[in-house]
């Protein structure tokens, strides 16, 4: 409401601290940069005639450090160390969780799990998996909110809306998503898959794709483990309401029925950041030998059956950040 604006100590509003929520109730672990490129993407736009690109983040970046001190005060976050680049990283406490998913109007059970090694070793995997974020959705500025800026700030906002457009919005993705091969939902059995990302965006044709991030420093072998446990989630059946045996990842996800009697599962899509000393062109070689039983179709009659196989792409995280999701150019 008009004249109640600043009601915490840190000089945050209800709706910042309620985007700052959203964010993180989705990445669970990330940097107040992060965060501002994800709820405000005008702000980089604003800012421009300080004189360090360190002086210009500090601006930035300021009204959501303000959220994140407010809502650690709330006791519905905590400091989770620091990045490799020395950033500090926010993470939510249980009751911060809670509210998140109140804002996010989302259950417990659709929460995910905390990331893996969050705020510990620089949280290198946690802040990958927010960069793909990031490189998929490709927040774009409100031009109104960059009025009365330079001309050239004017002029790079309207560049970056004028790109290729991303896909979805933070309310679109969840992480740290079990996949149980045995168990239940919310007690997944041991051994289960555990999805970095999941997008639902149907609006786009999306309506779901899995997605794993890899720093370039795991065996090839060990990636390729993982696609073993996908595999055995989505040959998983369960009772539906109906009581007939159902996939179990469509009694929580919806997707177009098989077609042609050519039904496959769900899509992976896999994104290599070139941190780790691995190439990511050879990874992604390697991988595709390694998991081939996965998603090779097989020929019949000149065309090619891919029942029950996985499809898998590959990309880099600086293709997808040059290029976007919907770019043309591709790995």
């Not at 910042?16 to 993180?24: I, Q, S, T, Y």
């Not at 898998?312 to 976007?324: D, K, N, P, Q, S």
Request: positive net charge; charged residues 25%; hydrophobic residues 35%.
């Amino acid at each position: 409401m008009a004249g109640k604006r600043k009601t915490n100590e840190a000089g945050s509003t209800n709706n910042l601290r309620a985007d700052v929520l959203c964010v993180l109730g989705v990445l669970k672990a990330a940097t107040a940069d992060q965060i501002q490129r994800l709820s405000s993407p005008h702000l980089p736009f604003r800012h421009t005639t300080k004189e360090t690109a360190a002086a210009r983040k500090e601006a930035r970046t300021a009204s959501h450090r303000g959220a994140l001190n407010d809502l650690r005060r709330h006791g519905l976050s905590v400091d989770g160390g620091r990045t490799r680049g020395g950033e500090e990283v926010r993470l939510l406490t249980k009751d911060g969780l809670a509210a998140a998913g109140l804002e996010l109007d989302r259950g417990p059970e659709e929460m995910g799990g905390m990331p893996k090694s969050a705020g510990r070793s620089g949280a290198s995997h946690a802040m990958t998996v927010n960069e793909t974020v990031i490189a998929l959705i490709r927040p774009k500025p409100d031009l109104h909110l960059v009025a009365g800026e330079p001309a050239e700030a004017i002029e790079a906002a309207q560049a970056w809306i004028d790109a290729p457009d991303g896909t979805g919005s933070i309310t679109s993705y969840a992480t740290e998503v079990a996949l149980p091969a045995t168990g239940t939902w919310k007690n997944p059995g041991v051994g289960c898959a555990w999805a970095d990302l999941v997008l639902i965006a149907p609006e786009v044709g999306l309506p779901l794709l899995f997605i794993e991030a890899d720093n370039c420093t795991e065996d090839a072998a060990k990636i390729a483990a993982k696609f073993d446990k996908y595999m055995r989630h989505f040959h998983r059946t369960v009772k539906d309401t109906d009581g007939q045996d159902k996939p179990m990842w469509r009694t929580r996800w919806s997707a177009p029925d098989p077609q042609w009697g050519d039904a496959t599962h769900p899509p992976v899509l896999l994104v290599f950041n070139q941190v780790g000393k691995r190439p990511a062109l050879n990874q992604m070689k390697k991988l595709a030998a390694l998991t081939r039983e996965h998603w090779q179709g097989q020929g019949a009659d000149g065309f090619h059956l891919y029942k029950g196989k996985m499809p898998i792409v590959a990309t880099t995280l600086e293709l997808l950040r040059e290029h976007g999701p919907c770019g043309t150019r591709r790995t």
